[in-house]
C-alpha cells in the first residue's frame, strides 16, 4: 500500500533521544510510513526500541536492522524499501514540529489531488543550540516563490549563508532513485550528496515557509563538531570527492542555469570546508592532502568550473598561500562560524 510520505531514521544506539523523535513523526498518522534504521547498534536499546515501535505500530513503523554501515547505508534502505510517494529523511537526535508537520501534508495531498505532484518540497529548519540554549532558523523567502508551483529558473540567489540542507528537503521518492543516488558506506557528511546529485532531476518545487525540521546542534561527540571534523577530514574529503564526479555542471540544461550556479556555489562551499579544516590541522601531510584535493578538482572538471571555485568564490579564499594566507582563511572561516553557529 502506498503512503503518502516514508521517514527514514538512520539509528545508531540512539536510545537516549530517538524516541522524542520517533513520537513527533506518528503523529502524521496512517499518512506516514516510519522506517527505523537500526545501524548495528550493540551499546544500548536502540533495536529493542525499534522493534518495540514496529510491533506497536504495525501499520506505520517498520523495522530494519543492519550491519554497521554508517548513516549514508541508512538512507539507503530507506530508498530501497520505501513505500510512500515523497521522502524524507530525520535524523534520530532531531525532530519534527508537529503542526508544521501536519500542514506540510495537506498542501502535499492537496497538490497530489490538483495533478500537480511534486519532485521536491522545501521548509526551513531550526538550528537548536544546546550549549546556549539559542536557535536560528534558516528561511528562503528571499530566495523560493511562494504558495505556487514553481521551478529552478524562477529561483533567485541565495545568500551566502544559505543552503538546502537535508533538512529542509522532502523529495518525491522516484527522484531520488531515478538519480542512482547511493551513499557511501562508513562516511559522514554524506547528507551533502543527499542535496546535491538529485537536484537536475528535481523540475516542480514547491516552497513553505514553515519552520519543519528541529536540528539538535551542540553535543560534543556531533559529526559537525570542529575537532571531530578535524579528525575525520578524511571523509570529508572523500564526500568532496563524490560530488565531484557525480555532475557535470556544465552539461545542465540552459532552463537549469540558477541550478547550475547553485551547484556551483555548493562545491565551493565544500572545497572551503576541505581545505580549511586541512588548514586548521595544520601537519604536512594536511598540506598534502589540501594540495590533492584541488589537484582532483582541476583534474576532474571543466576548466570554467576550477577557475570559478579556485578564484572567485569562498572556496578560493579559504585555500590562500602561505601563513598570511592560512590565517586570512581561517579568520573568514571563524567569523562565520560566530555568525551562523553551524557547529
Same mark, same amino acid.
Given at each position: ?19 522524542? *523523535? ?48 554508517? /548513516? ?9 524499501? @520505501? ?36 519532485? $521536491?518540497?522545501?521548509?526551513?529548519? &531550526?538550528?537548536?543550540? &544546546?550549549?546556549? +540554549? ?22 533567485? @540567489? ?20 531515478? *538519480? ?18 538529485? $537536484? ?24 559537525? +563538531?570542529?575537532?571531530?571534523? &578535524? ?5 570529508? $574529503?572523500? &564526500? ?16 537549469? /542555469? ?5 551547484? $556551483? /556555489? ?78
Amino acid at each position: 500500500m502506498e503512503k503518502l510520505i516514508t521517514f527514514t531514521v538512520p539509528c545508531y544506539n540512539s536510545a537516549a533521544y530517538m524516541r522524542h *523523535c520517533i513520537e513527533t513523526l506518528l503523529t502524521a498518522g496512517e499518512r506516514a510510513e516510519i522506517i527505523l534504521v537500526d545501524d548495528g547498534s550493540v551499546k544500548d536499546d536502540t533495536p529493542a526500541i525499534c522493534d518495540e515501535y514496529a510491533a506497536q505500530y504495525p501499520t506505520i513503523v517498520r523495522a530494519i536492522h543492519q550491519e554497521n554501515g554508517g /548513516h549514508g547505508e541508512g538512507v539507503n534502505q530507506g530508498i530501497r524499501n @520505501a513505500a510512500g510517494r515523497y521522502f524524507k529523511v530525520v535524523d534520530s537526535d532531531d525532530w519534527l514540529d508537529t503542526d508544521a508537520l501536519g500542514t506540510v501534508l495537506d498542501q502535499l495531498e492537496a497538490l497530489d489531488a490538483q495533478g500537480a505532484a511534486l519532485d $521536491l518540497m522545501i521548509c526551513n529548519y &531550526v538550528y537548536e543550540h &544546546v550549549e546556549d +540554549n539559542t536557535r536560528h532558523t534558516v528561511r528562503y523567502t528571499n530566495v523560493f516563490p511562494q504558495r505556487r508551483v514553481f521551478h529552478w529558473g524562477q529561483m533567485r @540567489a541565495f545568500r551566502p549563508d544559505q543552503n538546502l540542507l537535508m533538512h529542509s528537503v522532502i523529495y518525491r521518492t522516484e527522484v531520488l532513485r531515478s *538519480c542512482g543516488i547511493e551513499l557511501p558506506k562508513h562516511t559522514f557528511y554524506v547528507d551533502n550528496i543527499f542535496v546535491y546529485q538529485p $537536484l537536475p532531476y528535481v523540475k516542480n518545487i514547491y516552497y513553505m515557509d514553515l519552520d519543519l525540521y528541529r536540528y539538535f546542534i551542540g553535543r560534543a561527540d556531533q559529526s559537525v +563538531n570542529e575537532s571531530v571534523m &578535524v579528525k575525520r577530514v578524511d571523509q570529508q $574529503l572523500r &564526500v568532496t570527492r563524490y560530488m565531484i564526479d557525480c555532475q557535470n555542471l556544465n552539461a545542465l540544461p540552459p532552463e537549469q /542555469h540558477k541550478l547550475h550556479k547553485y551547484m $556551483l /556555489h555548493y562545491l565551493a562551499m565544500m572545497m572551503a570546508i576541505s581545505s580549511v579544516f586541512l588548514t586548521i590541522d595544520g601537519s604536512e601531510e594536511a598540506m598534502v592532502k589540501k594540495y590533492t584535493i584541488w589537484k582532483y578538482l582541476y583534474n576532474h572538471t571543466d576548466r570554467s568550473v576550477y577557475r570559478h571555485i579556485r578564484y572567485l568564490s569562498v572556496g578560493g579564499l579559504m585555500n590562500l598561500k602561505g601563513r598570511v594566507g592560512n590565517k586570512i582563511s581561517l579568520g573568514g572561516y571563524r567569523l562565520a562560524q560566530k555568525v551562523v553557529k553551524f557547529n
